[in-house]
């Protein structure tokens, strides 16, 4: 048997932390008034589970330039984040305190993706 450890979904960072802000914005837009769900909080919502779900996806390819194609494709839905983030503070529609901490949050998996496709870039052969 192999002592080999395989890396899963659940050990990388990006994915971990944009899966627990994902729910955050969530449990937040839930409680808005129909019209600013239906405006911005869609596209919030939508948004922000995409950086997850598109870390998730180049995890389960096999080539390295899919897998790097999907993490980026979840760095633009993550600055398509800090847009709506702008726009809801400004349209009251959150804290100042919610705004800060999902701010905080996307600035700490910006270079956490970065370091996943370097690091999917220089360890993967094929």
């Excluded at 971990?16 to 839930?30: G, R």
């Excluded at 998730?56 to 080539?63: D, K, N, Q, T």
């Excluded at 919610?98 to 999917?120: G, Q």
Aim: glycine fraction near 4%; hydrophobic fraction near 35%; charge should be positive.
């Amino acid at each position: 048997m192999s002592d080999k450890k395989y890396l899963k979904l659940s050990d990388i960072d990006a994915y971990i932390w944009s899966f627990h802000l994902s729910n955050y914005i969530w449990e937040i837009v839930i409680k808005w008034d129909w019209f600013a769900k239906k405006t911005v909080g869609s596209q919030f919502v939508t948004a922000v589970d995409s950086i997850s779900a598109n870390v998730a996806e180049g995890f389960g390819r096999y080539h390295k330039k899919d897998k790097i194609k999907f993490y980026r494709y979840s760095q633009g839905s993550l600055k398509e984040c800090f847009d709506w983030n702008e726009k809801s503070k400004r349209r009251k529609l959150i804290t100042e305190e919610e705004y800060n901490h999902i701010l905080s949050e996307l600035k700490r998996i910006d270079p956490a993706i970065n370091r996943l496709i370097k690091f999917t870039n220089d360890k993967l052969k094929f």
